[in-house]
């Protein structure tokens, strides 16, 4: 789906498999963010498909966070041109937890071409602001498109709902400062990682509204 000019939403509609949802910019440059379980790529390169491009059009792929359900799929872009990149916390904690992690995702000695930190991202006509919001995971970043008014969320927060802290690295108290972060935003977009996209700035108020009513006094 067409969320606005240039950004595409490829969601993950079914409630019985576990994938997240990925988020395409075409822009100067052609921008995947979280691909995905590997074993369920065929959805996006349909999606792909009805744009008249395959994985040899993509520029850059972004990863929000190390879980397999956002990035396993990156082996696919092994011997394509594309770069991929993830902040450097996460790429340290993941190589630190599970050093065998690029084994275990189909790679070899698996590095991002590219490793993220606070601030901005400029990738051709496109300009993020990369946030790190930890609590799902020590190095998990939130991407802001000021341009859009989007806010790429990852795992952190979605419609009604915050990211797990039960994980290796998990930090509810993090969360709850990134939460706080990010709740600041002017944001008409809000694109997690699963389930819904939260659409209007009043509503996207309204969900952080009720996220910090409903959450918090558990963080």
């Given at each position: 789906m067409e969320i606005v000019d240039h950004l595409h939403g490829f969601l993950w509609l079914n409630p019985m498999?576990?994938?997240?949802?990925?988020?395409?910019?075409?822009?100067?440059?052609?921008?995947?963010i979280d691909p995905g379980?590997?074993?369920h790529f065929g959805h996006i390169r349909d999606e792909l498909s009805?744009?008249?491009?395959?994985?040899?059009?993509?520029?850059?792929?972004?990863i929000t966070h190390g879980h397999p359900d956002h990035m396993e799929a990156v082996r696919l872009f092994q011997k394509t041109p594309a770069l991929v990149g993830m902040h450097w916390i996460e790429r340290d904690f993941i190589k630190t937890v599970a050093p065998h992690y690029g084994e275990a995702l189909g790679l070899s000695d698996f590095e991002p071409s590219l490793l993220l930190q606070e601030g901005e991202l400029k990738v051709g006509d496109i300009a993020f602001r990369v946030l790190h919001t930890p609590g799902h995971s020590p190095g998990s970043i939130s991407l802001y498109w000021p341009e859009k008014k989007a806010l790429f969320s990852g795992d952190l927060v979605f419609y009604q709902g915050i990211g797990r802290t039960d994980l290796p690295g998990g930090d509810s108290k993090a969360l709850k400062e990134s939460l706080r972060g990010i709740a600041e935003?002017?944001?008409?977009?809000?694109?997690?990682?699963?389930?819904?996209i939260v659409s209007g700035g009043d509503e996207v108020a309204s969900n952080f509204q009720?996220?910090?009513?409903?959450?918090?006094?558990?963080?």
């Open positions: 498999v576990n994938n997240c949802n990925t988020y395409f910019l075409n822009g100067d440059k052609r921008i995947l379980h590997y074993n009805l744009l008249s491009l395959d994985l040899q059009d993509i520029d850059l792929v972004i935003l002017d944001v008409e977009f809000l694109l997690p990682g699963h389930g819904q009720e996220i910090e009513r409903m959450w918090f006094p558990y963080l």
